[in-house]
């Protein structure tokens, strides 16, 4: 990313996300995640590219959404065709879960052992 320097701070010539345009995109998702629709709060939220920037996408507003961290820490450097393929697949095979949710799925905590 291009960027120059005027007196001791740089500026970014291109690719430069704002506060704002953050908050704009929360609210134009209505603050939920953009691939699974769960509810996020400023701790249970995480920003991805839509194309990661290893795949060539860019650090714009245009290729930006916002992720339950789990769901991002899943999608990784997928593009998201790449990852609702994915998704499908594993939803097709284990289609059997009731009526249960993914976060009502998760491993719980194993015991401690006492250590004897």
């Not at 699974?36 to 839509?50: A, E, I, N, Y």
């Not at 009502?104 to 052992?113: A, G, K, L």
Request: net charge neutral; proline share 3%; charged share 25%.
């Amino acid at each position: 990313m291009a960027s120059e320097t005027r007196g001791r701070k740089a500026v970014r010539k291109r690719g430069h996300v704002s506060t704002t345009d953050l908050r704009n995109l929360a609210q134009q998702q209505d603050y939920k995640c953009w691939l699974t629709g769960v509810d996020l709060t400023p701790r249970l939220s995480s920003l991805d590219h839509k194309t990661a920037r290893s795949n060539g996408g860019e650090h714009d507003i245009e290729n930006l959404c916002i992720l339950h961290p789990v769901i991002n820490a899943a999608k990784g450097s997928l593009n998201m065709e790449q990852f609702v393929h994915i998704c499908h697949l594993v939803a097709a095979k284990h289609a059997d879960t009731g009526d249960k949710t993914w976060w009502e799925m998760q491993p719980q905590d194993e015991p401690r052992s006492s250590g004897s």
